[in-house]
Every structure is written in C-alpha cells, then in structure tokens.
C-alpha cells in the first residue's frame, strides 16, 4: 500500500517556526512531483511549496519565510516554515504524483493532513 505519512504540525505564536515532514512509503517507482499544499477554514486548497520535475515553485506569500527540501533517498519531504503569521493556519497537506510498482501506474497521493495554528 503506498501513502504519504505527515508530522509536525501544531499551535505555534506569530514570528515562530515549524517543520513539516512527509515519507512516501510502498511500492513507489518513482516520485516526479512532490510538496504541500494548504487549506485554510473557508478557503480553497492552494500550492504552497513543491518540486515539480527539477524546479521548485513556491506561492507569493510564503516565499522567503519558508524552504522546502527533500531526501530521495527517504522519499521523504520537508517544509521548514519560519517568520509564521496567523494567515499561515491551515490544514497543510503533503501530495506527490508517483509511478507505483509492480504495474508502472500512475498514481497522486495525498496525506492526511497536519493542522498548523498560528496564535498569540
């Protein structure tokens, strides 16, 4: 069974920091586009860091304050998010579009989601 397993989400003041990870797991081939997505109460879902096939793409009001990287070894995704302010509080979501073994499908993965809550 493949999923994406999130962590490290949580209730932190204006101006700190969180670290978000996301291990792909199961019989992945290959991984061509992976990163988070959000959604914030009454809002639509939106990109918020990713890499999508060499690049790295990153929305307007999140760049500068936070980095995504990665381990290809781990099939494993972070998001280092630093300088948060309240408008940041969402439901972050982890997604990859992945090429799964034993018949070669392709296959877009969403995790369960990790709330984050930006509060004094």
């Known amino acids: 069974q493949v999923q994406l397993v999130e962590s490290g989400g949580g209730l932190v003041q204006p101006g700190g920091s969180l670290r978000l990870s996301c291990a792909a797991s199961g019989s992945i081939f290959s991984i061509n586009k992976m990163g988070w997505y959000r959604q914030a109460p009454g809002k639509e879902r939106e990109l918020v860091a990713a890499?999508?096939?060499?690049?790295?793409n990153y929305a307007d009001s999140v760049k500068g304050r936070f980095t995504i990287s990665r381990d290809n070894a781990k099939n494993t995704v972070y998001l280092q998010m630093n300088n948060l302010k309240p408008e940041d509080t969402a439901v972050y979501y982890c997604?990859?579009?992945?090429?799964?073994?034993?018949?070669?499908?392709?296959?877009?993965?969403w995790g369960q989601g990790t709330l984050v809550t930006v509060s004094s």
């Open positions: 890499f999508i096939t060499g690049t790295t």
């Open positions: 997604n990859a579009n992945t090429r799964i073994l034993p018949a070669y499908r392709d296959l877009e993965l």
